[in-house]
């Protein structure tokens, strides 16, 4: 079967067969803040195309990775319901693919450590985003905070993943992983696949504030980020403040014009467009109305999801339910691995 259109190409020489029931896919998200346009363009949509195409699919909101920054504990916990509602009201189906809460699986925890016993400190030290993100903490970055990527790989790795989809900036995590897996495997005998990546082709959706930055939870300029539960006026406010240039033709040239790039971009992840169609759609418009136009666009496709969120919020049962039920199919999973990882490394 052929890979979906703009998803899938395969790393490290590897090709990705379908349906086979060797393949097991994994991926996590965290759940800090509202989810915005460039999780939906760059994951959630990538995430409906693979549970549909693979038998094997987990997926875990990955809470411990989340107290990597200080976190109030009521906040994270309605993070966790929100950040659930929003997977399902976007189209994540627990019927084909587990949908689960990390920490409800220790596993994760007990065989980070073990990981972390076989990584050196230099690797991660090398790492752009530890360095980025413990200048953002005045270089007071915790523990969690500089482990996390061997976290990460345990996460991976617990479940037997062969593969992960990843943006660009988690390419480099991946590799970890299957070095600690290779390394692993070389100590105590070959147990782990080594996984290979998933990277998306569409195009990363940048701030609409800043086009040289990813959209981000983060950003500092609120106009930056659109997020798949803001209000129809929200949208519309976001788009208008959206940085172009001085040329009103609307053209794709991320180099030179990379505002009305990133409004390309968009345009065609919500309508399901190329970006040479919507191009060719937008001959004689000026990026004005242009604005006005992906904004509608936006808005018609979040909708019908803000909606389905706002429903399954008012369910708090239903969305512990769903986490419970994915923890306990993850656990099932996981079990029998932990269990011949702890022989292999002595503990029993």
């Keep these: 079967m052929a890979a979906p259109r703009g998803v899938i190409r395969a790393m490290h020489r590897g090709t990705l067969t379908q349906n086979s029931g060797m393949d097991r896919i994994f991926s996590g998200i965290q759940p800090t803040g509202k989810l915005h346009l460039g ?13 549909e195409e693979y038998n094997s699919v987990l997926y875990s909101i990955v809470d411990l990775h989340a107290l990597t920054v200080p976190r109030e504990p009521a906040v994270l916990r309605q993070s966790i319901l929100d950040t659930t509602a929003t997977l399902l009201a976007c189209g994540i189906n627990p019927e084909k693919c ?17 990981l972390g016993c076989l990584t050196n400190m230099p690797r991660i030290q090398s790492f752009p985003q530890w360095k980025v993100k413990n200048a953002s903490q005045n270089y007071e970055g915790t523990v969690g905070l500089f482990t996390y990527p061997v976290l990460q790989a345990a996460d991976i790795l617990l479940y037997k993943s ?35 990546a998933i990277l998306s082709t569409t195009k990363k959706v940048r701030s609409l504030r800043d086009p040289a930055a990813k959209m981000s939870k983060s950003d500092p300029q609120k106009l930056g980020t659109l997020n798949i539960t803001d209000s129809p006026e929200e949208i519309v406010l976001k788009f208008r403040k959206a940085v172009t240039d001085f040329t009103s033709e609307v053209t794709y040239d991320p180099d030179s014009r990379p505002g009305v790039s990133n409004l390309v971009t968009i345009h065609a992840a919500v309508t399901g467009l190329s970006i040479k169609e919507v191009v060719h759609q937008c001959v004689g418009l000026d990026t004005a109305h242009y604005k006005g136009i992906v904004a509608e666009a936006v808005i018609q496709k979040f909708a019908p999801i803000r909606n389905e969120i706002k429903r399954l919020q008012e369910d708090k049962s239903h969305l ?5 039920t994915g923890a306990e199919k993850a656990k099932e999973l996981a079990s029998p691995v932990y269990q011949e990882i702890r022989r292999l490394v002595g503990f029993q």
Excluded at 98 to 108: A, D, G, I, K
Excluded at 170 to 181: F, M
């Design 162 to 196: 062969t593969h992960v989809p990843v943006g660009e900036d988690q390419v480099l995590h991946l590799e970890l992983t299957r070095d600690i897996a290779q390394h692993f495997n070389k100590k105590y005998g070959n147990f782990f696949p080594v996984p290979k």
């Design 320 to 324: 512990e339910k769903v986490l419970q």
């Design 39 to 51: 999780n939906y363009c760059g994951a959630i949509q990538n995430w409906m195309r693979l549970q």
């Design 98 to 114: 587990l949908l689960f809460q990390q920490s409800q699986v220790p596993e994760h925890a007990e065989l980070g450590w073990i």
